[in-house]
């Protein structure tokens, strides 16, 4: 009940916007657990450093998906 493209289209973006939501939703939570860490490091400087990377990875993360999903928008918007 029709055009099979346009009901793939739908589907992928259901599926991408799940995906992408997922994806947010974990570096947030490693932003979390990298702040936790660096605050319970109590100065050890290993420590410290490996809270930092968390940190530094997670907002990669997030800037990565930022620009998956407007990418991905745009495509769609181009397409439909």
Do not use: C, H
Not at 20 to 37: E, N
Not at 56 to 76: C, D, K, Q
């Amino acid at each position: 009940s029709g055009d099979p493209i346009v009901q793939g289209v739908a589907l992928i973006q259901k599926f991408g916007g799940w995906l992408l939501l997922l994806a947010g939703a974990l570096a947030v939570v490693f932003l979390v657990i990298g702040g936790i860490r660096y605050l319970v490091s109590a100065g050890n400087s290993a420590q410290t450093e490996g809270a930092k990377k968390t940190i530094m990875y997670a907002l990669i993360g997030l800037i990565v998906i930022v620009i998956s999903a407007f990418a991905v928008n745009l495509v769609i918007s181009l397409f439909t």
